[in-house]
């Protein structure tokens, strides 16, 4: 019996009509994956947007005071959210500007309506230097 290498070299050893019907059959197992696949991304969608709206429900009404970060003389707004270990980040004027998260490889994991502007003040990497020291904290 031949060793195979790879896919492409078991398909060439095949015989034309072993060759079709597998070939077919991989095709149709293919629209398969597609479909399970868009099933999937639908629903993940779904669950997406039901956790943002939580999220922010859950910081309008924090029960914890509103805390205030300066950097460069503008200042930003934040809060924790009990229980997400996610802290809601806004502007001095309550516009928000994201979820960040510690931890993950892109903190600000939740943009919000004024994270264009935020992105564009450059104070993304400043801030996230403060929200660390206010992570560990809060973890004390």
């Not at 429900?57 to 809060?79: A, C, M």
């Not at 924790?80 to 903190?107: C, H, Q, Y």
Request: aromatic share 10%; charged share 20%; proline share 4%.
């Amino acid at each position: 019996m031949p060793v195979f290498n790879s896919d492409t070299d078991f398909v060439a050893s095949l015989d034309k009509a072993q060759r079709e019907y597998y070939l077919g059959r991989m095709a149709e197992w293919q629209h398969q994956l597609q479909d399970a696949l868009q099933a999937m991304s639908r629903s993940l969608s779904v669950v997406s947007t039901w956790n943002s709206d939580t999220l922010s429900l859950l910081s309008s009404f924090s029960s914890k005071p509103r805390r205030v970060l300066i950097v460069k003389g503008v200042e930003y707004r934040y809060s924790t959210l009990p229980g997400s270990g996610r802290i809601k980040v806004s502007f001095g004027n309550g516009l928000p500007i994201a979820m960040w998260e510690s931890g993950v490889k892109d903190p600000w994991v939740l943009p919000l309506g004024g994270f264009g502007a935020f992105q564009q003040s450059g104070h993304a990497q400043a801030l996230h230097r403060l929200l660390l020291d206010v992570d560990r904290r809060r973890r004390m």
